[in-house]
């Protein structure tokens, strides 16, 4: 058992580099080994192109060596055809007959099948090998298919004193954010961004920063931005709104003018009941659009509306050098620190919703 958590461990480790190009498919890494050694890897690199198996198998210069070897692979195999053929009817072309795999598929159109595909085959097949492991790598993904929703991710920036911006946005009619963090955890989140489908947050934060909330500061794509605009009260000439990014604004059916705004490739109109329970209901839209993660990057009323309905998943706050003395107060939970790291002054403390 435990030379089969090693090798599944490396195809975590391969699975990763596919981190923020693989979606809407989740990463996935593979080896295959002979007699103790490993004779080819491979991961996922992005949608449409080869799988983690494929690329293993094509990694192996000896073929011959395939029959008398063992693949590994951190997420069951699949057995269907989309924009790929089947990887188990590979592996079993390929003349393997002993396939370890991490973590069963929670997609419908995979789950289970692609194993009952193999043993029928008569392949040798182990299952649940660091599983808890390999369902962490696919938080995403599991997330998606199992709950109908996103993987929420919540992130702000706050003073030593608690503040999220100095002065009430009453008061702020600047449109020019308020740094509280330095160049260096600015970039972690444009990183950040880079690896996440999409990115949301309310008016209030849009009208006083008027971010572009892309990938500029790291090179990656940039997430679909979501705006949440019950009013339709941002101008034209906001950043959100240029088209440069596919961007969803969510807004009220009593919008002024709201049912004559027209959805376009790059900019969408949804509409929700702003009068029942609204992060719920954005949940609903992001799934619709098959949206698999998303970042809650704005506002103290936002993120604490995602707080209270219980519907996050994870949260990145950082802790500036700056003192406020008053301002906007941060969001308020209760959570466990899963990890804490240190940027330059900047302190960064990660919490999941367990």
């Known amino acids: 058992m435990k030379i089969h958590e090693k090798y599944i461990k490396r195809c975590i480790q391969l699975a990763k580099n596919g981190l923020g190009t693989t979606y809407p498919n989740p990463m996935v890494g593979s080896v295959i080994v002979h007699e103790n050694k490993i004779i080819g890897e491979g991961w996922h690199r992005k949608a449409g192109e080869p799988h983690a198996e494929v690329n293993a198998i094509n990694s192996v210069k000896d073929k011959s060596l395939l029959k008398k070897a063992t693949i ?156 949440i605009d019950q009013h339709l009260r941002l101008t034209e000439d906001s950043a959100l709104l240029d088209k440069s990014i596919k961007t969803i604004v969510i807004c009220g059916e009593e919008s002024q003018n709201s049912n004559s705004k027209t959805s376009s490739e790059y900019l969408v109109f949804e509409h929700i009941d702003f009068k029942k329970e609204v992060t719920s209901q954005i949940c609903q839209v992001l799934y619709k659009h098959s949206i698999q993660s998303v970042i809650i990057e704005g506002g103290s009323r936002t993120l604490q509306s995602f707080i209270d309905s219980g519907l996050w998943d994870e949260a990145r706050v950082f802790t500036g050098e700056v003192q406020f003395g008053k301002g906007i107060k941060a969001p308020v939970f209760d959570a466990e620190i899963k990890l804490k790291q240190e940027f330059t002054g900047d302190t960064l403390r990660i919490y999941s919703n367990d």
């Open 72 to 227: 590994y692979v951190s997420l069951e195999p699949c057995s269907h055809y989309g924009k790929t053929p089947p990887c188990s009817d590979l592996i079993i072309a390929s003349g393997i007959k002993k396939i370890v795999i991490g973590s069963i598929d929670p997609f419908p159109a995979v789950s289970g099948k692609g194993i009952k595909k193999l043993m029928d085959a008569g392949c040798q097949v182990t299952l649940g090998i660091l599983d808890t492991e390999c369902n962490t790598l696919n938080k995403r993904f599991f997330t998606f298919h199992k709950h109908q929703r996103p993987y929420i991710i919540l992130k702000w920036a706050q003073s030593v004193d608690g503040f999220i911006a100095p002065i009430s946005s009453e008061e702020n009619h600047t449109r020019k954010p308020v740094w509280i963090t330095n160049k260096y955890s600015q970039q972690l989140v444009h990183k950040w961004r880079s690896e996440e489908a999409a990115i949301l947050v309310g008016t209030n934060t849009a009208v006083l920063d008027n971010p572009k909330l892309n990938t500029r500061l790291w090179e990656g794509t940039n997430p679909v931005r979501i705006l």
